[in-house]
């Protein structure tokens, strides 16, 4: 009986840590990306949007789909990265990964990022 209460609290442990893991490897991507020149300049939708990207519960977002500049000048980039659809193994994954990169107008600089609202942050997520 041990054994198996055992087993079953480890594989628990070991979902809720793949779990987060996901969301948590997506930000440190965003993180890493802040100081560097941003890739695109301009709006473009994914080939494949729309489409199944992972199992059949993640379909591919819509790509880059606005650029617009805040009061300060710099250029917002809105993205949309991925859908998870709600037969998702975690319910707190479902909704959309909307997220923006800050740019500095200048000199194309990644200055901050963020979720837009309309989404889900636990929606933005890397895949083993």
């Known amino acids: 009986m041990k054994l198996t209460r055992l087993i079953a609290v480890s594989i ?16 440190s991507f965003r993180n890493k990306d802040i100081g560097t020149v941003i890739a695109f300049k301009d709006v473009f939708k994914f080939e494949n949007a729309g489409e199944l990207k ?13 650029i617009r500049k805040d009061e300060k000048g710099n250029l917002i980039y ?7 659809l709600s037969n998702a193994p ?28 309309g989404g889900n942050p636990l929606s933005c997520r890397t895949w083993p």
């Open 12 to 27: 628990g442990f070991v979902l809720l840590c793949s779990c987060a893991a996901g969301h948590e490897d997506f930000n």
């Open 54 to 66: 992972r199992a059949d519960f993640v379909i591919t977002g819509q790509g880059l789909t606005h």
């Open 78 to 84: 809105h993205f949309s990265d991925q859908e998870v």
């Open 90 to 117: 975690e319910k707190e994954w479902v909704g959309k990964c909307l997220f923006y990169y800050v740019v500095d107008a200048k000199t194309d600089i990644i200055k901050a990022w963020g979720f837009n609202e």
